[in-house]
């Protein structure tokens, strides 16, 4: 299968990639691993006329300085997989890295790449929801940081500009003792979340001090599940309490039944899963 | 667009369409068919190439994103006329059955092997869980990877022998 004919090109700079987006207008693409554009252009449900391919430009770093991770977006998920900084501290994205897609799809996708593709079924998206995470945006106006609650607006729909790009993922590192997990129900290797959940828990003096909760694959986009977050502030860390907030965000869910699963069955996933991700986050956050 | 890649070892140049998925690049244009064409849909695996030393689906990759870089096909893997001990092994252990998937899980094997020479099954099975064998055969391809870490950790040992010696 062939994408629709297209212009491509190669910027050597933001600054010059940010002119050629501001060119382009919505007819110009950003390209950077390719492995969710280049599929949704061989099956032509996007046809841009003009790709920017910003994939050997210098932002990939992964580092921790003072009480916050910067990911650059061109990190990819084999190298988020195997960074040492994100195995010792952030046990949500380091659960999550070796669950998206493949090990082949892992070499070139990158996680500027999946946040800005937007699919509801994309992993990183909750990931950042359940961390509390932001993003920095450049354009020719310069640079805007924004909550990934924000960013991420609906199905393939996020807050970027025509002429912005996603430069790099911030994400708070927790203090204290915290644990996190993310669980993923999959049909293969490579198949899409049939539902996956982030769970992330942080205690202060034996009770909850924040708990992050987002659902992958089962609304119109990634779901901060909040009132099941809520629930779980300053409480106590019991069964009940996990419970109660798996039934929160079960009822926060909005899956549609589909090849890999019926509506409540998806539903009843989202509630054990949540259950299931406190209860491991809890373990590893006492064990730290 | 003009475009050198520097393919299994040797500089080469085409003028494509930047359309043109590097799977068809290698295959059409440079005329290597050993790379093989599954499903198209970054699904399978079959069309696994190393693009500066790591497999990725060309199928999911336009030429044009080759440029100046480097990339190895099945054909690379013989050296100097003698198969590479991931061939010999996929042979030996009957690691294939129709060949179709078989270029893409050698080179996925040989970039195992080199960071871990002696896998077990189960980070063999995770290394190639991107890649599809249509035939199922995957207990013989498992073995033929384990075989090929073994004869080439065997033929470093030798080597490093016969310099002791």
């Known amino acids: 299968m062939l994408p629709s004919s297209f212009e491509y090109h190669r910027p050597e700079s933001l600054e010059e990639a940010y002119q050629l987006l501001a060119q382009y207008g919505d007819d110009g693409k950003v390209l950077a691993g390719g492995q969710s554009l280049i599929p949704v252009m061989k099956l032509r449900l996007a046809t841009p006329g003009h790709i920017v391919d910003i994939s050997r430009l210098s932002l990939d770093q992964i580092d921790e300085s003072g009480d916050m991770l910067s990911v650059g977006a061109l990190a990819r998920h084999r190298d988020l997989e195997r960074s040492d900084v994100i195995k010792a501290g952030y046990p949500v994205m380091a659960t999550a890295a070796p669950l998206i897609s493949d090990p082949v799809v892992r070499n070139l996708g990158t996680i500027g790449g999946s946040l800005c593709h937007a699919d509801p079924a994309g992993d990183w998206g909750s990931v950042m929801l359940a961390l509390g995470a932001s993003v920095v945006i450049g354009s020719p106006r310069g640079e805007r940081e924004l909550p990934i609650s924000e960013f991420l607006v609906d199905t393939f729909t996020t807050a970027l500009e025509p002429d912005e790009i996603l430069t790099q993922v911030k994400v708070p590192k927790a203090s204290g003792s915290f644990g996190g997990t993310y669980l993923k129900l999959e049909r293969k290797v490579g198949d899409f979340a049939s539902v996956a959940v982030a769970t992330h828990l942080s205690l202060s003096n034996g009770t909850i001090g924040r708990a992050g909760i987002a659902l992958t694959a089962v609304g119109s986009k990634n779901i901060q599940a909040t009132d099941a977050e809520a629930s779980l502030a300053g409480a106590e860390p019991t069964e009940d309490a996990f419970a109660e907030a798996g039934r929160l965000a079960a009822e926060a869910s909005s899956p549609v039944g589909d090849v890999r699963g019926s509506e409540d069955y998806k539903r009843h996933v989202v509630d054990v899963y949540v259950r299931r991700g406190l209860a491991r986050a809890l373990e590893s956050a006492r064990a730290a | ?165």
């Open chain 2, 1 to 165: 667009m003009e475009i050198t890649v520097k393919v299994n070892g040797a500089d080469r140049t085409a003028d494509v369409e930047p359309r043109l998925l590097l799977a068809h690049l290698i295959r059409e244009e440079f005329g290597l068919t050993g790379t093989h064409m599954g499903c198209d849909t970054t699904s399978c695996g079959a069309c696994t190439v190393l693009l500066d030393g790591r497999p990725v689906k060309s199928c999911t990759v336009f030429g044009v994103q080759a440029d100046g870089r480097e990339v190895t096909t099945v054909e690379g893997l013989l050296e100097g006329g003698q198969l590479h001990p991931i061939q010999t092994a996929f042979k030996e252990e009957h690691g294939l059955q129709c060949g179709f998937c078989t270029p893409g899980m050698m080179l996925t094997g040989t970039v195992l092997l080199a960071e871990n020479p002696n896998p077990t099954d189960e980070e063999v099975r995770w290394a190639i869980s991107g890649q599809i064998c249509r035939c199922t055969g995957y207990m013989n391809i498992v073995k033929a990877i384990q075989a090929a870490g073994k004869a080439m950790s065997e033929t470093t040992e030798d080597a490093a022998a016969s310099v002791a010696s």
